[in-house]
């Protein structure tokens, strides 16, 4: 079946410091790939997604290209703050049957 | 923000009682969805629906059962709780109509504690 891995927390940076959250996935088809971002006490918030090969999903200075050839949607960021300490997870979702798989997500604290 | 409620917030009960948690949406989305979410585990799927009294079982359904009888409500029950319930339990919900097919959106979850 389909599965995401990614890279076990926690994760802790100084301010400024350049972010990458490992993600690799395993699945049968095509599927789309997603990052979503959870803040203390709140849902899950999407906060890119990708739903072809080379693809690029972009949002607030984070990025993850979809590789297929290594099957792996990688979250990085070129500079964090503070404010970007959450938990990431990394997701996959089977267009043919709804199904949408989770990574077990990754900490992020970020320290002035 | 997607407009999707979750009651109640918190939740205390005894093992053995039954529990049921509410989904409200009002973005008429025809998918809606239950989680739990555990340490070490990321989100699993428990039941999902894909229409008015259409529901399907999800990865870890055994102990839940599920109810819609409206579009924008969504309640799931814990027929009789026990300890391996007490979880964070995460609504969500999709529209593969709207041209944003496969993205999620989640509600603020419910916090399951059983005794």
């Known amino acids: 079946g389909n599965s995401v891995t990614q890279m076990e927390g926690p994760v802790t940076l100084s301010e400024e410091a350049f972010l990458t959250i490992n993600c690799t996935y395993t699945a049968t088809g095509y599927p789309s790939l997603f990052w979503y971002v959870q803040y203390p006490g709140e849902g899950l918030q999407l906060l890119l997604k990708?739903?072809?090969?080379?693809d690029k999903g972009s949002n607030k200075g984070f990025e993850a290209t979809y590789r297929k050839e290594t099957t792996s949607f990688h979250l990085e960021k070129g500079s964090v703050q503070v404010s970007d300490s959450a938990v990431y997870f990394c997701a996959l979702s089977d267009p043919n049957n709804n199904d949408m798989r989770f990574g077990a997500g990754t900490r992020l604290t970020v320290k002035p | 923000d997607a407009g999707i409620t979750q009651s109640p917030r918190h939740k205390v009960t005894e093992t053995g009682t039954p529990v049921t948690l509410r989904c409200h949406q009002t973005e008429n989305h025809r998918y809606m969805y239950w989680y739990r979410q555990d340490p070490g585990h990321g989100l699993r799927l428990i039941h999902y629906s894909y229409g008015v009294k259409d529901t399907d079982k999800g990865e870890v359904s055994d102990g839940y059962s599920v109810s819609r009888s409206k579009t924008e409500d969504f309640l799931l029950t814990l027929e009789s709780a026990t300890s391996s319930q007490t979880s964070v339990y995460f609504c969500?919900?999709?529209?593969?109509?709207?041209?944003?097919?496969?993205?999620?959106?989640f509600g603020p979850g419910t916090r399951l504690l059983v005794l």
């Open positions: 969500a919900i999709s529209d593969p109509s709207g041209g944003t097919q496969e993205t999620q959106y």
């Open positions: 990708a739903t072809k090969a080379d």
